[in-house]
C-alpha cells in the first residue's frame, strides 16, 4: 500500500512536514538503495518468541544492529547498507542460533527466520541460510546487477552501464542518437532506452544522490570516451522501471541505482591496465593502405581497508582512459587542385561541368564540357576549408560529372579522460555511523569531423560528493539524512587545421572572431546541417559552456511495527543551471549549390556576435508516506 506526494510549491506544508520528522518522529526512512533483513523468531514447536535479542552483524565491517523481538516475535531490521551478514537470536532458556552467508543487495527485502532450541545461551547453532533473492515484498520490479557481473563481465572500454541491457526491456540507443562528432547537440556518454522512454527520463542515483552531468541537450552522466568509467569503483546497482516505491521520482524512466565499493576489515585492492590496438584490425575499405593507427590504454587500481578495524574504512580507486584513434573519413570536396588549366584545375579554379551549373552560359556544350565561372574575391582563400580531392569524382544521377570528389584520410582522435573515488565509513557507535563519498570524472576530446580539417573539442567534468549519517532512536525507529552536491560541467567548441588556419574571414563579415565559421554548400539553412559538399569550418555552434549543480537534502524515516513497515521521506533539491548556449557564434554562411559558392552570391547568412548567459534557478520538493505490509 503506497500513498505518494510530490509538490514544488507547498512550501509551507513541506517544511512543516519536515519539522515534524525531525521533532516529532524522530526516525527514517528505508533509503533509497538500502537493504533490510526481517524474520520471526520461534522455538522448536513454531510458537512464536517474544523479547529475544536478535543480532544483525556486517561480516565486512563488524557493524552490528541489535534488536529485540515484538509480541508477534518479529523483528525487522531497515536501511543496511551492501554486503554480507549473519543474524543472530538468542534468549534464557535457548540456544543461540547464528544464520551466516547471507548477502544484501541493493534494495533486497531479506526475510531470516530462527528457530530456537531448548538449552542454554551458551549453546549455539549455525546454519548457512540462502536469502532469498527475489523482490517479493516490495513495491517495485528492481534488476540487479550484481558485484560478480560489473567485476566480471567483458566491458568494451569498461563502461559498466552496457550491463544495463541485462534486464528486459532496456534497450542501448547510443546508435540511434541524433548528432555525432562534430555537432554540438551531440551526447557523449551512452544512452538507454528503458521500457520505451526516452533517454533523458532515466535518473541516476549514486550513494543517494542524483548523478548529473551536462550538454547541450542531454544529462546522462558519462566522459567524452563515452564511457561511464569506474567498474572497480561500483560494487553493484540495480534498475527499478515501470512500477517502483513511493521513495522514487522525479523522472518516469528507470531509476539507476549505484552503490560504490567501501573499505572493509579486510585489505583490498588492485592494479591493472587494459590495452587494445589495431595490430590485427582488418583495413577499412575507405582506407589507405596503411591500418589507421588505433591505441587505448585503461589503467588504475584501488584499495580498501580499516583506519581502525570496526570503526573507520576507507577506500579509494582511480582510472585512467587514454585513446589515440586513426578515423577513416570520407570528405565531399570541389574537385581538382587550383591550378589554372581547365583539365586539372576543377572547381577549384573555377570550372565546372556543365552539369553541374545552375544556369547554363554559352557556350556549354559536349566540344566545351567545363566551363569557367570565376572565383569571386576571397573564395580561393575558403577553398584552403577542405582538403584537396584524392579519389574520383563523383556523378550526378544522370552519370554526368558533378565537379564534386572525394577525398579519403585518417585524422587522429585523441581522448583523455580521469576518474577517482573516496569513501570514508564510521562506526561512531551504535547507534551512529556516517559515510562519505567524492566522485569526480575530468576528460576531454580532441575530434577531427568528416572534414579532416575542421575539430571538435568536448571538455567535461563531472563530480559527486555525499555526506550521510545514520542513527538508530530505538530498535524500531531509525533515521537516515543524506547532503549531496552533483555538478556537470561542458564545454564545446571547434577550429580548423592544416592550410585552414590561415583562411581570412573579413569576406565574411568583418566583425567576425579570428575563426573562418562554417559554410554549407547545397545544404539547408539549419544549423550544421546536410550539405552537397562535405561542410567547411568550425561549427557555427561552438564556445558553448553549460554548467548544472544540484544541492540535495534528504531525511528518511523507518518504523517497523508489527507486520507493517512504515516509511516516510522528505527531499529538496536546489538547481542552479549556467548556460551560455547561443548557437551562430562562429557564424554560418549557407549556398545554393557549387557555382553560386564559387561566384560569391550567399543564400543565407546568420551570425550572433554577443553570447547572452543564461541563469536558471529552482528549488524542488517532495515527500512520501509508504507502508509495506507482509501479510
Known amino acids: 500500500m503506497t500513498r505518494p506526494y510530490a509538490s514544488s510549491g507547498n512550501w509551507k506544508a513541506a517544511l512543516s512536514l519536515l519539522f515534524f520528522f525531525f521533532v516529532v518522529a524522530q526516525g527514517s526512512a528505508w533509503a533509497q538503495g538500502a537493504a533490510s533483513i526481517n524474520g520471526i523468531v520461534t522455538d522448536a514447536s513454531g510458537a512464536v518468541i517474544a523479547g529475544a535479542t536478535v543480532k544483525v552483524k556486517n561480516v565486512e565491517t563488524g557493524a552490528v544492529r541489535t534488536l529485540v523481538t515484538d509480541n508477534g516475535g518479529r523483528y525487522d531490521a531497515p536501511a543496511l547498507g551492501v554486503g554480507n551478514y549473519e543474524v543472530s537470536a538468542e534468549k534464557t532458556g535457548f540456544r543461540t542460533e547464528v544464520k551466516t552467508a547471507i548477502t544484501l543487495v541493493i534494495g533486497q527485502r531479506a526475510s531470516v527466520d530462527l528457530k530456537l532450541e531448548v538449552g542454554g545461551v551458551q549453546e549455539s547453532i549455525s546454519v548457512e541460510e540462502t536469502a532469498l533473492q527475489l523482490s517479493v515484498s516490495t513495491s517495485e520490479f528492481s534488476g540487479l546487477v550484481g558485484e560478480t557481473q560489473v567485476k566480471n563481465l567483458p566491458l568494451n572500454g569498461r563502461s559498466y552501464d552496457q550491463l544495463l541491457t541485462l534486464n528486459p526491456g532496456i534497450v542501448n540507443y547510443t546508435s540511434q542518437r541524433s548528432g555525432g562528432t562534430g555537432t554540438s547537440n551531440s551526447v557523449v556518454g551512452n544512452m538507454f532506452s528503458a521500457s520505451g522512454r526516452r533517454p533523458q527520463e532515466n535518473l541516476y542515483i549514486l550513494n543517494g544522490v542524483e548523478f548529473t552531468s551536462a550538454s547541450e541537450v542531454n544529462n546522462t552522466p558519462g566522459g567524452t570516451s563515452g564511457q561511464l568509467l569506474g567498474v572497480d569503483a561500483v560494487r553493484e546497482f540495480s534498475v527499478i522501471k515501470d512500477a517502483y516505491g513511493a521513495e522514487y521520482g522525479k523522472r518516469p524512466g528507470a531509476q539507476v541505482n549505484i552503490v560504490t565499493a567501501s573499505g572493509t576489515n579486510a585489505w583490498h585492492g588492485n592494479v591493472y591496465e587494459f590495452l587494445r590496438n589495431s595490430v590485427l584490425d582488418a583495413r577499412n575499405p575507405f582506407d589507405s593502405p596503411q591500418i589507421p593507427n588505433f591505441e587505448r590504454n585503461v589503467f588504475g587500481g584501488s584499495l580498501g581497508g580499516p583506519i581502525k578495524k570496526d570503526k573507520a574504512f576507507l577506500f579509494g580507486n582511480y582510472e585512467g582512459f587514454r585513446q589515440v584513434l586513426g578515423l577513416s573519413d570520407v570528405t565531399l570536396v570541389p574537385d581538382g587542385d587550383g591550378t589554372s588549366s581547365a583539365a586539372t584545375g576543377g572547381a577549384r579554379a573555377g570550372y565546372l ?19 569557367h565561372v570565376g572565383l569571386a574575391s576571397g573564395v580561393s582563400s575558403l577553398l584552403h576549408l577542405w582538403p584537396v580531392a584524392n579519389g574520383p569524382e563523383l556523378l550526378t544521377f544522370a552519370g554526368l560529372p558533378s565537379g564534386i570528389a572525394e577525398n579519403f584520410s585518417n585524422p587522429q582522435q585523441r581522448i583523455r579522460e580521469d576518474f577517482g573515488t573516496a569513501r570514508f565509513d564510521q562506526l561512531i557507535s551504535d547507534k551512529d555511523s556516517f559515510a562519505g563519498v567524492y566522485t569526480a570524472d575530468d576528460s576531454q576530446s580532441h575530434s577531427p569531423t568528416t572534414n579532416p580539417l575542421s575539430t571538435v573539442d568536448i571538455f567535461l567534468r563531472e563530480q559527486v560528493a555525499s555526506l550521510s549519517e545514520t542513527h538508530i532512536f530505538s530498535p524500531a525507529v531509525l533515521n537516515k539524512a543524506t547532503f549531496g552536491f552533483s555538478r556537470g560541467a561542458f564545454y564545446f567548441n571547434s577550429g580548423v587545421t592544416g592550410a585552414a588556419l590561415s583562411t581570412p574571414t573579413a569576406w565574411l563579415d568583418t566583425t567576425l572572431a579570428p575563426v573562418p565559421g562554417a559554410v554549407v554548400i ?16 568550425t561549427n557555427a555552434g561552438s564556445n558553448l559552456h553549460a554548467v548544472r549543480n544540484l544541492f540535495t537534502a534528504t531525511d528518511q524515516v523507518s518504523i517497523a511495527h508489527g507486520i507493517h513497515l512504515l516509511n516516510f521521506g522528505v527531499w529538496f533539491e536546489r538547481l542552479q543551471s549556467n548556460d551560455s548556449l547561443i548557437q551562430d557564434q562562429f557564424a554560418q554562411a549557407s549556398f545554393t549549390n557549387l557555382q553560386t559558392f564559387l561566384q560569391g552570391t550567399i543564400s543565407t547568412y546568420t551570425y550572433a556576435p554577443a553570447a547572452t548567459p543564461l541563469s536558471w534557478r529552482s528549488l524542488e520538493g517532495a515527500f512520501f508516506a509508504e507502508d509495506a505490509i507482509k501479510l
Open 353 to 371: 561541368p556543365c552539369s553541374a551549373l545552375s544556369t547554363v552560359p554559352n557556350p556549354c556544350n559536349a566540344s566545351t564540357p567545363l566551363k
Open 522 to 537: 547545397g545544404g539547408g539553412t539549419t544549423l550544421n546541417g546536410a550539405s552537397q559538399l562535405t561542410n567547411g569550418g
